[in-house]
């Protein structure tokens, strides 16, 4: 597989995107990358069955309540910061920060207690002050704006770096995205098959330069009486194929094209295959619901005819600028439940070895508050979960000393704290554990080249 | 499978060649996109008067009807073209909206519907009095005569959002929220924005309202919630842009206009707004009251008396904190790119999704200036936007003598204009609400169609905003339903972008919601309504009352050709049509409702009705 046509089909495509917005400084990692195919074929982890979930808080969770610190002088100066909004000491569910201590540093918020105990039972991990980075950032580099990230503190240009991963172009595919076409290449089983699912929109986290994710809802893919009457589906079919000049009229035409025949292939399936859970096993909440359809799709594997499977969910309303305390409970609540029950789900069909999840979100808000709430930050703390994961640790750094000043190289104001560990890291290791080869990573990560030896968190063995 | 879909090429190897060929053609010349509409002479002028007062009303109105596309042609006729359109838009903006409170207030009334703000049930209709709020919406977008005004609103709801759940006092702050926008319709940016700023749903929505100047010292700040959307979203946008196009550094990247210290010295601005207290025991963080004029109240002493520097000017300190907002929306109207930022915004909301350069050019200039001296003026921008030649003359509309009939006369309706430099570019997708609104209209829809249903007349299209998922005041978040500048990243449109002048496509982003196309959609909506009976799945909409005029001899033809002229302004694909007769047409040529229904089906399914060019 070293031909010179796959090559230049392959690089096209990932230029295609990456390179479209004319985002310089990404171009010289993509213009040297070595032969993919190659890399790809001879990755043996490409074998067996994995799947990648990402839960996506809308909105900017606050993410340092939902991990806060818990050792007594860091929890005080952390009080100290909010204090009102912050938790009580006694109200965190203690965790410690690596596997081997008996110490707690951290601790969960209220509404997550049972995500602490499953941490500390070693399924799952954090992420400390992660976030969108265009590479390592000083507080100086922050200063005179050098290679920062496109509209920070903004919620929708840092949802998409967040799916991107790659923070100075907006325009850029999604590193889902790009990833599955990367590894559908050599995947023939799965050729026809849709490896990206999301629930809910057309985040851009799923779009690769050829593919996009393909939308189903709790109930499963959304294909309605009115397509079973061959005259009018073959009629529905050919408005599809007209040729158009209107470069609007070719998109939605494109967007469209197959849809039809994607989502009967998919019911089809779905009916094909038993529901191992039943009824109770996930709570009937928006993002619990997501989650069973999440886990219904996954042992749905077979019939799917996939070995490679990727989805996002999402829970909204996080941006609590107000009233954070009251209105922030509710929403951990559901996504403890929905985690939690998706984490058992795994297990209950084995496999919980197969299926990493974790959290992103827009940003981590101020540590420093307005009153009752907080304003959008920068980094923040997310959970990865999954047998595979090294739990029951924390990566990166995590800020401790949170009182105004407390911790000066990373603090741009009012507690916005630059991340020190950056989303790129984290996507390196899953696109890692999925099965993209070392030599393929720029791919996924276009800016992998300024972490140097630092590029990897750890996550997986 | 009882008919070939391509009927004019009856093999596979004449499909193939055909295929070929018009590859050739198209590669030769630009492509034909356009329908053929084949009348008699003495006709042919009528046609095309039509086909230019339905291609303005589809993008000046909630939907072009029969009968406000012949009136409006008629003009046409009697006056040219431009001075129609013209004398439409006077028309309509001396008129006045309806307040969508006082509707709904009449509405109940005549339902006898408990009058309450909570979810209280009518014993036999099944209906709540807050379910009028979308009733009331509906009612006006689909039969007020002023359908500008109404266009207006909902493209303003759509760029300046609220959401339901902020509804402080129930479902009547929605209806005030809207009727703030509508009252705005026709005013000016910097009143808009006041008005905004002052709303109480708003400060709901984006936490102004009771956000407190804070003590620094203690670690305590404004609140920056409305201070960055306002300027984010509703006025400046966060890249620079000059003359029309944004910014770019040495790297291709788009310069942006302010930063976050700008933000923090902005959201000093917006605080101290609270309720009026409702009695004497109240303060600032719990006040209640409602003041006369429906706006939230400035307590002074927790307005921050700082000085405020942003976008490179200073507030003074310990000035009022309404003077400080006057002044900040004076900046922000004023400021360099709002003229660009929120005109394209609006252009966006009626013509097209991406404007060429010299059309924003023109749209900017009158927003700078309505020819009076005056900026920001909403009357004079709309005006601009709908009468720009880009947009008028976007069609080229010819006759020649139709060779397969020399009685006749062929229209042909060119949508590709290459004089314009972003000719394949312009248009829009009907946002889904537009589309069933475009529908409903087209199709007649009325009030006595629900009579002896245990309605008392009235469209109410219950839970039609989850349906076809862009729900009335129920935006997705501050950005509403899309972000402005939302663009595919893979297919035909990503090829063509660039940094500093992008193709960006709002609709599209909704698209893969609703992932099969809007027609289920409709059908789920009017089967409650039992304009269609769904009992089986040959009737799709066989109950539409606008469909009762087709049915008979020939009338698919019929039907085509005229939702051809009032829907698609005569832009609907030859093999389109020829596809649909062919699959579904009887041979007996006696058309009945379900036939003419799956047509119908398919034809809002097409790219052809989603986007207007």
């Given at each position: 597989?070293?031909?010179?046509?796959n090559?230049?089909?392959?690089?096209?495509?990932?230029l295609?995107?990456?390179?479209?917005?004319?985002?310089?400084?990404?171009?010289?990692?993509l213009?040297?990358?070595?032969?993919?195919?190659?890399?790809?074929?001879n990755?043996?982890?490409?074998?067996?069955?994995?799947?990648?979930?990402?839960v996506?808080?809308?909105?900017?969770?606050?993410?340092?309540?939902?991990?806060?610190?818990?050792?007594t002088a860091?929890h005080?100066?952390?009080?100290?910061?909010r204090?009102?909004?912050g938790?009580?000491?006694?109200?965190?569910?203690?965790?410690?920060?690596?596997?081997?201590?008996?110490?707690?540093?951290?601790?969960?918020?209220?509404?997550?207690?049972?995500?602490?105990r499953?941490?500390?039972?070693?399924?799952?991990?954090?992420?400390a002050n992660i976030?969108?980075?265009?590479?390592?950032?000083?507080?100086?580099?922050?200063?005179?704006?050098?290679s920062?990230?496109?509209?920070l503190?903004?919620?929708?240009?840092?949802?998409?770096?967040?799916?991107?991963?790659?923070?100075?172009?907006?325009?850029?595919?999604?590193?889902i995205?790009?990833?599955?076409?990367?590894?559908?290449?050599?995947?023939?089983?799965g050729?026809?098959?849709?490896?990206?699912?999301?629930?809910?929109g057309?985040?851009?986290?799923?779009?690769?330069?050829?593919?996009?994710?393909?939308?189903?809802?709790?109930?499963?893919?959304?294909?309605?009486?009115?397509?079973?009457?061959?005259?009018?589906?073959d009629?529905?079919?050919?408005?599809?194929?007209?040729?158009?000049?209107?470069?609007?009229?070719?998109?939605?035409?494109?967007?469209?094209?197959?849809?039809?025949?994607?989502?009967?292939?998919?019911?089809?399936a779905?009916?094909?295959?038993?529901?191992?859970f039943?009824?109770?096993?996930?709570?009937?909440?928006?993002?619990?619901?997501?989650?069973?359809?999440?886990?219904?799709?996954?042992?749905?594997?077979?019939?799917?005819?996939a070995?490679?499977?990727?989805?996002?969910?999402?829970?909204?309303?996080y941006?609590?600028h107000?009233?954070?305390?009251?209105?922030q409970?509710?929403?951990?609540?559901?996504?403890?439940d929905?985690?939690?029950?998706f984490?058992?789900?795994?297990?209950?069909?084995?496999?919980?070895?197969?299926?990493?999840?974790?959290?992103?979100?827009d940003?981590?808000?101020?540590?420093?508050?307005?009153g009752?709430?907080?304003?959008?930050?920068?980094?923040?703390?997310?959970?990865?979960?999954?047998?595979?994961?090294?739990?029951?640790?924390?990566?990166?750094?995590?800020?401790?000393n949170?009182t105004?000043?407390?911790?000066?190289?990373?603090?741009?104001?009012r507690?916005r704290?630059?991340?020190?560990?950056?989303?790129?890291?984290?996507?390196a290791?899953?696109?890692?554990?999925y099965?993209?080869?070392?030599?393929?990573?720029?791919?996924?990560?276009?800016?992998?080249?300024?972490?140097?030896?630092?590029?990897?968190?750890?996550?997986?063995? | 499978?009882?008919?070939a879909?391509?009927?004019?090429?009856?093999?596979?190897?004449?499909?193939?060649?055909?295929t070929?060929?018009?590859i050739?053609?198209?590669?030769?010349?630009?492509?034909p996109a356009?329908?053929?509409?084949?009348?008699?002479?003495?006709d042919a002028?009528k046609?095309?008067r039509?086909i230019?007062?339905?291609?303005?009303?589809?993008?000046?109105?909630?939907?072009?009807?029969?009968?406000?596309?012949t009136?409006?042609?008629?003009?046409i006729g009697?006056?040219?073209r431009?001075?129609?359109?013209?004398?439409?838009i006077?028309?309509?903006l001396n008129?006045?909206?309806?307040?969508?409170?006082?509707?709904?207030?009449?509405?109940?009334?005549?339902?006898?519907?408990?009058?309450s703000?909570?979810?209280?049930?009518?014993?036999?209709?099944n209906l709540?009095?807050r379910?009028?709020?979308?009733?009331?919406?509906?009612?006006?977008?689909?039969?007020?005569?002023?359908?500008?005004?109404?266009?207006?609103?909902?493209?303003?709801?759509?760029?300046?959002?609220?959401?339901?759940?902020?509804?402080?006092?129930?479902?009547?702050?929605?209806?005030?929220?809207?009727?703030?926008?509508?009252?705005?319709?026709?005013?000016?940016?910097?009143?808009?924005?006041?008005?905004?700023?002052?709303?109480?749903?708003?400060?709901?929505?984006?936490?102004?309202?009771?956000?407190?100047?804070?003590?620094?010292?203690?670690?305590?700040?404004?609140?920056?919630?409305?201070?960055?959307e306002?300027?984010?979203?509703?006025?400046?946008?966060?890249?620079d842009?000059?003359?029309?196009?944004?910014?770019?550094?040495g790297?291709?990247?788009r310069?942006?206009s302010?930063?976050?210290?700008?933000?923090?010295q902005?959201?000093?601005v917006?605080t101290?707004?609270?309720?009026?207290?409702?009695?004497?025991?109240?303060?600032?963080?719990?006040a209640?009251?409602?003041s006369?004029?429906?706006?939230?109240?400035?307590?002074e002493?927790?307005?921050?008396?700082?000085?405020?520097?942003?976008?490179?000017?200073t507030?003074?300190?310990?000035?009022?904190g309404?003077?400080?907002?006057?002044?900040?929306?004076?900046i922000l109207?004023?400021?360099?790119?709002?003229?660009?930022f929120?005109?394209?915004?609006?252009?966006?909301?009626?013509?097209?999704?991406?404007a060429?350069?010299?059309?924003?050019?023109?749209?900017?200039?009158?927003?700078?200036?309505?020819?009076?001296?005056?900026?920001g003026?909403?009357?004079?921008?709309?005006?601009?936007?709908l009468?720009?030649?880009?947009?008028?003359?976007?069609?080229?509309?010819?006759?020649?003598?139709?060779?397969?009939?020399?009685?006749?006369?062929?229209?042909?309706?060119?949508?590709?204009i290459?004089?314009?430099?972003?000719?394949?570019?312009?248009?829009?997708?009907?946002?889904?609400?537009?589309?069933?609104?475009?529908?409903?209209?087209?199709?007649?829809?009325?009030?006595?169609?629900h009579?002896?249903?245990?309605?008392?007349?009235?469209?109410?299209?219950?839970?039609?905003?989850?349906t076809?998922?862009?729900?009335?005041?129920q935006?997705?978040?501050?950005?509403?339903?899309?972000?402005a500048?939302y663009?595919p990243?893979?297919?035909?449109?990503?090829?063509?972008?660039?940094?500093?002048r992008?193709?960006?496509?709002?609709?599209?982003?909704?698209?893969?919601?609703?992932?099969?196309?809007?027609?289920?959609?409709?059908?789920?909506?009017t089967?409650?309504?039992?304009?269609?009976?769904?009992?089986?799945?040959?009737?799709?909409?066989?109950?539409?009352?606008?469909?009762?005029?087709?049915?008979?001899?020939?009338?698919?033809?019929?039907?085509?050709?005229?939702?051809?002229?009032?829907l698609?302004?005569?832009?609907?694909?030859?093999?389109?049509?020829?596809?649909?007769?062919?699959?579904?047409?009887?041979?007996?040529?006696?058309?009945?409702?379900?036939?003419?229904?799956?047509?119908?089906?398919?034809?809002?399914?097409s790219?052809?009705?989603?986007?207007?060019n």
């Amino acid at each position: 597989m070293t031909d010179s046509t796959n090559f230049s089909k392959n690089r096209r495509h990932f230029l295609g995107d990456c390179g479209k917005m004319a985002s310089l400084a990404i171009l010289p990692s993509l213009l040297t990358f070595k032969n993919l195919n190659a890399a790809v074929a001879n990755n043996s982890n490409i074998d067996g069955y994995k799947a990648l979930v990402c839960v996506f808080l809308a909105g900017g969770n606050d993410s340092f309540n939902m991990i806060a610190p818990y050792s007594t002088a860091n929890h005080r100066n952390y009080m100290q910061a909010r204090p009102v909004v912050g938790i009580p000491q006694n109200e965190l569910t203690p965790i410690p920060t690596n596997n081997s201590s008996s110490m707690s540093h951290l601790g969960f918020h209220p509404s997550m207690g049972q995500m602490g105990r499953m941490y500390r039972s070693g399924d799952a991990a954090i992420i400390a002050n992660i976030g969108t980075l265009v590479r390592p950032t000083t507080i100086n580099a922050y200063r005179s704006k050098n290679s920062l990230p496109t509209g920070l503190f903004s919620h929708r240009e840092q949802q998409l770096s967040w799916q991107t991963s790659v923070a100075d172009n907006t325009a850029a595919s999604g590193w889902i995205g790009r990833m599955s076409e990367l590894l559908n290449d050599v995947d023939t089983t799965g050729a026809d098959t849709s490896l990206m699912f999301s629930l809910g929109g057309s985040p851009r986290i799923m779009t690769g330069s050829n593919s996009s994710g393909f939308a189903i809802s709790t109930d499963g893919a959304n294909v309605l009486d009115l397509y079973s009457d061959t005259s009018v589906r073959d009629a529905y079919n050919a408005t599809l194929n007209e040729r158009y000049t209107s470069l609007l009229k070719q998109q939605y035409t494109h967007d469209y094209k197959g849809i039809i025949d994607k989502a009967e292939f998919y019911n089809n399936a779905m009916a094909a295959s038993n529901d191992p859970f039943g009824p109770t096993a996930f709570p009937n909440t928006g993002l619990g619901n997501q989650l069973r359809q999440v886990a219904l799709t996954i042992a749905a594997k077979d019939s799917l005819n996939a070995k490679r499977q990727s989805f996002i969910v999402s829970q909204g309303g996080y941006d609590f600028h107000q009233n954070l305390t009251a209105r922030q409970a509710p929403l951990l609540t559901e996504l403890n439940d929905a985690l939690i029950a998706f984490n058992n789900a795994m297990k209950t069909i084995g496999m919980h070895d197969n299926v990493v999840s974790y959290t992103a979100s827009d940003f981590g808000r101020t540590v420093l508050g307005n009153g009752t709430g907080s304003d959008h930050g920068w980094g923040g703390n997310s959970i990865v979960m999954g047998g595979a994961v090294k739990g029951a640790n924390t990566y990166g750094t995590y800020p401790f000393n949170m009182t105004d000043g407390g911790s000066p190289n990373i603090d741009i104001g009012r507690g916005r704290y630059i991340p020190t560990t950056s989303v790129d890291q984290l996507h390196a290791d899953l696109a890692h554990w999925y099965g993209v080869g070392n030599s393929d990573i720029s791919l996924i990560v276009p800016h992998e080249s300024e972490y140097g030896g630092n590029l990897r968190v750890g996550l997986f063995d | 499978m009882r008919m070939a879909l391509v009927a004019h090429f009856s093999t596979t190897i004449g499909r193939y060649l055909a295929t070929a060929l018009l590859i050739i053609i198209a590669a030769l010349h630009s492509f034909p996109a356009s329908a053929d509409i084949s009348v008699r002479h003495a006709d042919a002028d009528k046609y095309i008067r039509l086909i230019q007062a339905s291609h303005f009303l589809s993008q000046a109105t909630m939907g072009p009807t029969v009968a406000t596309t012949t009136a409006l042609a008629a003009r046409i006729g009697a006056i040219g073209r431009d001075e129609a359109f013209n004398e439409w838009i006077n028309n309509q903006l001396n008129k006045t909206l309806q307040p969508s409170l006082i509707k709904a207030d009449a509405m109940i009334a005549r339902d006898g519907v408990e009058r309450s703000t909570s979810h209280i049930n009518h014993p036999t209709l099944n209906l709540s009095t807050r379910y009028y709020r979308e009733f009331a919406w509906w009612d006006q977008a689909l039969f007020s005569g002023s359908q500008l005004g109404e266009r207006m609103a909902w493209a303003l709801y759509q760029i300046i959002p609220a959401h339901d759940r902020d509804a402080t006092r129930g479902w009547e702050d929605n209806l005030k929220y809207m009727d703030l926008l509508r009252k705005n319709a026709f005013t000016t940016h910097r009143k808009l924005l006041e008005d905004v700023t002052y709303s109480p749903m708003m400060g709901k929505f984006l936490s102004s309202l009771k956000n407190d100047k804070g003590d620094e010292s203690l670690g305590i700040f404004p609140d920056e919630n409305f201070a960055r959307e306002v300027m984010q979203l509703f006025s400046i946008g966060i890249y620079d842009i000059n003359d029309a196009t944004f910014v770019t550094d040495g790297n291709g990247n788009r310069v942006e206009s302010y930063t976050n210290t700008d933000i923090t010295q902005i959201a000093r601005v917006f605080t101290g707004l609270s309720n009026p207290p409702a009695n004497a025991n109240q303060t600032f963080f719990n006040a209640s009251g409602t003041s006369a004029n429906g706006r939230m109240l400035m307590w002074e002493e927790h307005h921050h008396q700082g000085t405020k520097t942003f976008l490179g000017q200073t507030i003074p300190a310990n000035q009022s904190g309404d003077q400080d907002i006057s002044d900040t929306l004076d900046i922000l109207t004023n400021y360099k790119t709002a003229p660009y930022f929120f005109s394209n915004l609006l252009i966006q909301r009626f013509t097209t999704s991406t404007a060429n350069i010299n059309y924003l050019r023109r749209v900017a200039a009158v927003y700078k200036d309505n020819g009076q001296g005056l900026r920001g003026d909403l009357k004079a921008v709309i005006r601009a936007i709908l009468m720009d030649p880009t947009i008028r003359d976007a069609f080229k509309i010819e006759k020649t003598i139709d060779p397969s009939d020399n009685s006749k006369t062929l229209i042909t309706v060119d949508v590709n204009i290459e004089r314009y430099a972003n000719h394949d570019k312009q248009g829009r997708l009907r946002e889904p609400m537009l589309q069933l609104a475009n529908f409903l209209r087209f199709f007649d829809v009325d009030a006595k169609e629900h009579e002896g249903n245990g309605h008392q007349g009235d469209f109410k299209p219950l839970w039609s905003q989850m349906t076809v998922g862009q729900g009335i005041r129920q935006p997705i978040s501050v950005f509403g339903y899309y972000s402005a500048d939302y663009l595919p990243i893979n297919g035909p449109v990503a090829n063509k972008t660039r940094a500093h002048r992008p193709v960006v496509l709002p609709e599209f982003e909704l698209l893969p919601t609703f992932a099969v196309p809007l027609n289920e959609k409709i059908e789920e909506i009017t089967a409650r309504q039992s304009i269609i009976q769904r009992h089986t799945t040959n009737s799709v909409f066989t109950k539409l009352p606008g469909l009762a005029r087709y049915v008979g001899n020939n009338s698919l033809a019929q039907l085509i050709q005229d939702l051809n002229i009032y829907l698609f302004s005569g832009t609907m694909s030859k093999s389109l049509q020829d596809e649909l007769l062919v699959a579904l047409d009887d041979t007996s040529g006696a058309n009945d409702r379900i036939r003419l229904s799956k047509a119908v089906a398919v034809l809002l399914s097409s790219a052809d009705f989603a986007v207007t060019n």
